[in-house]
C-alpha cells in the first residue's frame, strides 16, 4: 500500500515561497508516479505537475510554469513542489498523489492513492 504525506504548506505574502513535501513509503519512487494537484474553493481539482518514475517531469498549468518546480530526491523518497513568486491566485488545497503505472498524466482518474492534502494560502 503506498502511503503519500504533505507537509510545508502555510501562509505566504503574494511574491514568496513555498516548498511542499510529498514523503512515500511502501513504493519506492523509482516505481510510481507521483503528482501534484490543488483545489481551490468552488472548484474542480487540477493537476499541477507530476513527475514518473524514471523522472520525466510534466508541468500541467501555464500560469505556473516558470515558478512551480517539480522534484524528487531518491534517497528519501520524497517528491518536492517548490513554488517561487506566489499570486493569490495559487491559493488551494494541494494533494500529492501516486499511481504505480508508468506515464505522468494530469488527470486526478489516473491517480489511485492520496494524501490528506495541505493549506496553501498567498495573501497579500
Known amino acids: 500500500q503506498l502511503q503519500l504525506v504533505e507537509s510545508g504548506g502555510g501562509l505566504v505574502q503574494i511574491g514568496g515561497s513555498l516548498r511542499l513535501s510529498c514523503a512515500a513509503s511502501?513504493?519506492?519512487?523509482?516505481?510510481?508516479?507521483i503528482g501534484w494537484f490543488r483545489q481551490a474553493p468552488g472548484k474542480e481539482r487540477e493537476g499541477v505537475s507530476c513527475?514518473?518514475?524514471?523522472?520525466?517531469?510534466?508541468t500541467f498549468i501555464d500560469s505556473v510554469r516558470g515558478r512551480f518546480t517539480i522534484s524528487r530526491d531518491i534517497a528519501k523518497n520524497t517528491v518536492y513542489l517548490q513554488m517561487n513568486s506566489l499570486r493569490p491566485e495559487d491559493t488551494a488545497v494541494y494533494y500529492c498523489?501516486?499511481?504505480?503505472?508508468?506515464?505522468?498524466?494530469?488527470?486526478?482518474?489516473?491517480?489511485?492513492?492520496w494524501g490528506q492534502g495541505i493549506q496553501v494560502t498567498v495573501s497579500s
Open positions: 498523489a501516486g499511481r504505480r503505472r508508468s506515464g505522468c498524466p494530469g488527470t486526478r482518474d489516473m491517480y489511485n492513492y
Open positions: 511502501g513504493f519506492t519512487l523509482d516505481d510510481i508516479t
Open positions: 513527475i514518473s518514475s524514471n523522472g520525466y517531469s510534466r
